[in-house]
């Protein structure tokens, strides 16, 4: 039986993946632009660039799973990169007969009023959620016609193990662990949802060998929503580390800032998650595969290691 996996990206979800598929014994190439190794015995690497939909149909020819783990470093680059970068994954998945594996996100959703299940409508106004939405509406297209088949797992803001500064509650450890004040997004005392990295893999993994599936979005498990400042004091405390001062930073500062930096006008268009409660349902998603999230304990150790 083929159990050939080709990973695009080698950031921490991408990382974890193929860990978890190597760790099995499936045969697993990561790809990147730059090929550099991840380290991670057993898995390969190729140096290409994805969004050439005849590079990556080709590294994806017999395999059994194309997975989307791909995540623009420049964060003001998105409405560029992602959209040439979506419709190769969409071309070499329907080339290559490989199932197409999505790590997506929260965005799509926009503003909420309650808990995001996988029924509620994608209704972003802003850019990148717009944009977010328009990728798995074209992939879930493509999966209704019988080009391709496709599925999506959305998490929320990724702690765990790698995550480091792309990460709202882990770009905080370097500081936090030398008893510096931490300064957070909105509201500290919001709550929040977060998502170990190893979970939206595990997630990802299942949801891309499971027929029925397929065509579906489904959710990361991920625990009980923390607020800013629970989630800081709980790391913390992974850490040995007395609780420090959480101060939170008002939207109308960031939307400020934004008018003369370019990376606060993206971060203010996406301050609604942080001033507000914002909490993932995984409902459905543990109904249907039976999983469950890492313990919160241990997700707030894994998150420490990056101190040390």
Not at 90 to 117: D, F, W
Not at 270 to 289: G, T
Request: aromatic share 6%; charged share 20%.
């Amino acid at each position: 039986m083929n159990d050939r996996h080709i990973v695009v990206g080698a950031g921490p979800v991408g990382r974890h993946v193929a860990q978890l598929l190597a760790e099995r014994g499936s045969e697993v190439t990561v790809v990147t632009r730059s090929g550099t190794s991840t380290g991670i015995d057993g898995v390969s690497h190729e140096r290409a660039d994805a969004s050439d939909p005849d590079q990556l149909s080709a590294i994806a020819y017999g395999a059994t799973v194309l997975y989307n783990c791909a995540n623009p470093g420049v964060y003001t680059s998105w409405s560029k990169v992602w959209p040439p970068l979506a419709a190769s994954f969409l071309e070499a998945a329907e080339r290559s007969g490989a199932v197409l594996a999505i790590a997506g996100n929260l965005y799509p959703y926009g503003p909420v009023n309650g808990p995001m299940a996988e029924g509620l409508p994608d209704a972003a106004t802003d850019t990148k959620g717009i944009l977010r939405a328009r990728m798995w509406a074209d992939a879930k297209s493509a999966h209704g016609s019988g080009r391709i088949r496709a599925v999506e797992v959305r998490g929320s803001d990724y702690v765990g193990l790698g995550v480091g500064d792309g990460g709202h509650l882990s770009r905080q450890v370097p500081s936090i662990a030398k008893g510096k004040r931490a300064w957070v997004i909105g509201s500290a005392d919001e709550p929040h949802s977060f998502t170990d990295v190893l979970d939206m893999a595990r997630m990802l993994i299942a949801a891309a060998e499971d027929d029925t599936a397929h065509g579906q979005i489904w959710h990361a498990p991920t625990n009980p929503p923390r607020t800013q400042r629970e989630a800081i004091t709980d790391v913390l405390a992974a850490m040995g580390k007395p609780p420090v001062g959480v101060t939170g930073i008002p939207s109308g500062v960031i939307r400020t800032a934004g008018i003369f930096s370019p990376l606060m006008r993206e971060l203010s268009a996406m301050s609604y998650q942080w001033i507000r409660p914002y909490v993932l349902n995984d409902v459905a998603s543990r109904a249907h595969f039976g999983v469950v999230p890492t313990p919160w304990d241990e997700v707030c150790r894994r998150t420490a290691k990056l101190s040390r």
